[in-house]
């Protein structure tokens, strides 16, 4: 009869319609975080060798799939020195030996510019995350606004970028990213800030406002972090940088946007009033 096949939901053709893929991994990803956010918080907020711990650990893992998109398994000495390195890197900062830290990972430049690259980039995310953790005034408190704040962006953009959908923000390093994703994890990261400003104890004057700005900066610098990160893979040849986090790949992969948005906050909290929160960077 016409119309059965149309009621029957197949296609003209005689085939099934394919179903929309565009939330395929949404499963994976809300079981990962389920598991992986409150593990994370509390280490964040236990501090001390817990909370280094966990740097020292996301450092070493971060540097193993690193050296992995360049062809160097823990097989290789080069691989095996890069997870040596940036335990070395973690450790020294956790010790106090902050100018000693940094020695270590300029060094890792004699691996090579492409190891060496790694090494930095992900020393200084991990030297700043344990820098606001342990030198900051509420050290929990500075690290759960960068962190949240990344994850609301990257969170925002996933589902934004599902609905919306829209012009390509990069086709050519990573198409499957658009411009409504992007200003969707920018809008996210700052409610988050705001909120996370606000409520935090001895807010200053002006603190949402001020949390709603910053929230706005490291949602930029984590796509831009981001963005690297898949530009890197595009030129390696590799879709995920790992498989140990189910619906994000590797580490680096979930973590690509702390890159640049850890030393960032950083670097503004040099510029915090006494050992404030980084967004009071210029108050005084």
């Known amino acids: 009869m016409p119309g059965q096949s149309a009621n029957n939901g197949a296609s003209p053709t005689g085939t099934a319609p394919k179903k929309s893929t565009n939330w395929k991994d949404l499963r994976a990803r809300v079981i990962s975080a389920a598991v992986l956010v409150p593990f994370a918080g509390l280490c964040v907020w236990a501090g001390g060798l817990v909370y280094g711990g966990l740097i020292v650990l996301a450092m070493a893992g971060m540097a193993v799939e690193w050296a992995r998109m ?7 000495r080069r691989g095996q020195l890069s997870l040596a390195w940036a335990v070395c890197i973690g450790i020294a900062a956790i010790a106090g030996h902050w100018g000693g830290a940094l020695l270590v990972m300029l060094a890792a430049l004699v691996l090579g510019p492409a ?3 790694g090494q930095v980039a992900i020393g200084c995310a991990g030297l700043s995350l344990l820098w606001l953790r342990y030198m900051s005034e509420p050290g929990a408190g500075v690290v ?7 994850a ?22 990573s198409p499957a990213k658009t411009w409504s ?9 700052v409610l988050g800030g705001m909120l996370i400003a606000g409520l935090m ?12 700005v910053f929230g706005a900066l490291v949602a930029i610098a984590a ?17 995920d940088s790992g498989t140990i986090l189910p619906g ?13 948005a850890a030393p960032m906050a950083a670097l503004l909290s040099l510029g915090a009033v006494g050992r404030a929160a980084f967004w009071y960077v210029g108050q005084r």
Request: hydrophobic fraction near 45%; include cysteine; proline fraction near 4%.
């Open 144 to 150: 759960l606004f960068l962190v949240a704040c990344v």
């Open 201 to 212: 104890p001895g807010a200053l004057p002006g603190a949402v406002w001020r949390g709603a």
């Open 223 to 239: 796509q831009s972090g981001d963005l690297a990160e898949s530009a890197l893979k595009r030129a390696r040849g590799v879709k």
């Open 248 to 260: 994000h790949g590797g580490l680096l992969d979930r973590f690509d946007g702390l890159l640049v």
């Open 181 to 189: 994703g992007s200003a969707g994890g920018l809008f996210s990261a």
């Open 70 to 76: 360049f062809g160097y398994g823990l097989d290789t």
């Open 152 to 173: 609301l962006s990257d969170t925002g953009a996933y589902m934004a970028g599902r609905i919306f959908g829209g012009p390509k923000l990069a086709p050519r390093i």
């Open 115 to 117: 190891l060496g690259a």
